[in-house]
DNA sequence: GTCATTTCTTAAGGTATCTTATTTTTAATT
DNA sequence: AATTAAAAATAAGATACCTTAAGAAATGAC
């Protein structure tokens, strides 16, 4: 979709941070290897896991991308990992991109939105652990992937917490 | 964006349901006068609202309108409303579109998708007390015309408890 | 391979939020 | 306006989930 191959790369060390949260971001990344997550800090330092970037995916913080404002998000390096810069000349201004961009663009999109209204509606109506099966089937390899801790701040709630759902699953 | 002149108009009565779900959807809405509301049911019977949709709004479940499977939510209407049906043969099939049409729906979808992670953000971190002054100050609008039932069930809590946020706000 | 660090588990007590039920207030209907 | 229905407020008891703390297991560093 975007021109990767021409686009500035960058390395980065487990937990090196790309966006601090309060701050205005110049880029978005697209992982070409690693992982990477978002998440906001709430009043009382806890952390709260917005989004897992694994290879192939995007992350930024869109409304600071897109209007220049605070971001609501840190971006950090949950492995080693190498990231595409998408810069806003490249990609803020719609009306420049060719129509081919922009369908496959409305395309991933839609897949974006999908997944996350679902989200929204796992969040509002379903249990913990509900929230937690749901995670592991659709996201199988992060499971393995990913320590404890990280899977618990995804679907809210803390690891002790989600160390006894996973203790009520296997009694089953 | 979509050619609502031509589209074909329903009117429909408070109450009145478009989708129910677990059906499959044929059609997306766009609310040209009232309210409606979508909206999933949990095991228990509760009712989570995923989204409102005053005039201007469009409202569906995008996964059952673009990949024909089950619906997640029912949509209903929570005014006498009058809405345009948007099919998929208008609106399935992004490279029929326009590209001015591309760019208009990219910028809907991107500002869509800054509201919905702003509200999982919200879930996640703060408390049912500022998710409720939140949606007050981004919905004003909205805070005077709808029943507390409904608001509450948006933000993720029972009515009885959003009842004791707003005497605890008033105690101020 | 040992030591240090991080992650995970387990358990007890605490808090936010829910449930159920009753009363009051507001809105809808005739 | 009177009647009915729906929404909101209030309160007491129940529960999901959190907090704190300590020990066990796994991972990484030297």
Same mark, same amino acid.
């Given at each position: ?7 500035? !790369? ?7 941070? &790309?966006?601090?949260?309060? *701050?205005? +971001? ?9 992982? /990477? ?8 330092? %806890? ?11 995007? !992350? ?8 220049? #404002?605070?971001? /609501? #998000?840190?971006?950090? =390096?949950? *492995?080693? @990992?190498?990231? @595409?810069? $998408? ?11 060719? %129509?081919? +961009? ?5 395309? %991933? @999109? ?9 989200? $929204?509606?796992?969040? &509002?109506?379903?249990?913990? *652990? ?7 089937? +659709? ?8 320590? /404890?801790?990280? !899977? =618990?701040?995804?679907?809210? #709630? +803390?690891?002790?917490? &989600? ?10």
């Amino acid at each position: 979709m975007l021109n990767h191959k021409t686009a500035q !790369i960058k390395k980065i060390v487990k937990g090196e941070i &790309l966006l601090k949260q309060g *701050e205005i +971001t110049k880029y978005g990344y697209f992982v070409n290897r690693g992982c /990477l997550k978002s998440y906001a800090v709430d009043n009382a330092g %806890k952390e709260h896991i917005m989004q897992f970037a694994p290879e192939n995916w995007m !992350i930024s913080d869109l409304d600071s991308f897109t209007n220049q #404002v605070p971001s /609501l #998000v840190s971006i950090e =390096a949950i *492995e080693d @990992s190498e990231v @595409s810069l $998408i810069s806003r000349s490249d990609f803020g201004d719609f009306s420049k991109l060719e %129509k081919k +961009t922009l369908i496959e663009l409305a395309i %991933k @999109s839609r897949n974006n939105m999908i997944a996350t209204n679902k989200r $929204i509606i796992g969040l &509002l109506s379903w249990s913990s *652990e509900k929230r937690y099966l749901d995670f592991t089937e +659709t996201y199988p390899t992060l499971v393995q992937r990913l320590p /404890l801790k990280l !899977i =618990a701040s995804y679907i809210g #709630v +803390t690891p002790e917490y &989600l160390s006894d759902i996973r203790r009520k699953i296997a009694k089953k």
